[in-house]
């Protein structure tokens, strides 16, 4: 009897076994609420991809910034002056303040005067010197205009006049001089008169060591 009793123990066992075998795997996904799988598939989609990851983490290329020499208590046509003689290499504060200490002496940077002091067009201007270095004789007087005409504007234009004063003759033959740092007013006032021909000297050297006070370095963004 025992036996028997095993025997049908055994072939139950085996019979609950198979059904439980045969029970089919529940799904994860379906047991969890639709909110819940709605909002891990956004978490999926929101998370940074590894190129958003990336640029999120690299800084700024900083703006190269470099060194200038800007004037206090100047006008507007003392300051574009000033910016005009760095950008074309002259940048020693000694020699930046002779150029504008002359420049003031002779027409006090304004652009359109004439010698005595009325303020004219450069045709109007019939005798003495005109603009803001007072150019006089004929041969540079001439020159001013031409060179506005080659240019497409007016000899009457600040701007223009700056240009002209460049390319003169009389400027190249002290530019490399005035470009060369180091030296002091005077040096550069000598240079200056050979350049300008002054019949005057006036205040002009006053006026540099003015301006040389004035000029101050600061740091600014590379243009």
């Known amino acids: 009897m025992l036996n028997n009793l095993t025997t049908v123990a055994v072939s139950l066992f085996g019979t609950v076994a198979t ?20 909002d ?19 800084p700024e290329t900083p703006t190269p910034k470099v060194k200038r020499l800007i004037c206090k208590d100047c006008n507007s046509y003392e300051a574009r002056v000033l910016d005009f003689l760095q950008d074309k290499g002259v940048t020693d504060r000694n020699a930046l ?18 010698e005595g002091g009325a ?16 150019w006089t004789d004929s041969a540079r007087y001439n020159g001013l205009g031409q060179h506005a005409r080659r240019l497409g504007s007016s000899p009457s234009n600040l701007e223009t006049q700056l240009d002209y004063l460049i390319n003169e003759s009389d400027w190249k ?7 060369t740092p180091g030296q002091t007013i005077n040096d550069y006032m000598r240079l200056a008169r050979r350049w300008i021909r002054w019949g005057h000297h006036g205040a002009r050297t006053d006026y540099a060591y003015d301006y040389a006070r004035k000029l101050v370095m600061v740091e600014v963004e590379k243009s």
Request: glycine share 8%.
């Open 173 to 179: 033959m002290i530019e490399g001089q005035m470009k």
């Open 119 to 134: 303020r004219t067009s450069y045709e109007g201007c019939r005798s003495g010197g005109f603009g803001v270095l007072q």
């Open 97 to 114: 303040a002779t150029i504008m200490g002359n420049i003031r002496q002779e027409s006090t940077f304004i652009p359109n005067i004439c």
């Open 19 to 38: 059904s439980v075998a045969t029970l089919p795997t529940p799904s994860y996904a379906s047991q969890l609420p639709l909110n819940l799988i709605l």
């Open 40 to 58: 891990q598939v956004a978490m999926i989609n929101e998370a940074p991809t590894q190129e958003t990851a990336t640029k999120e983490v690299v």
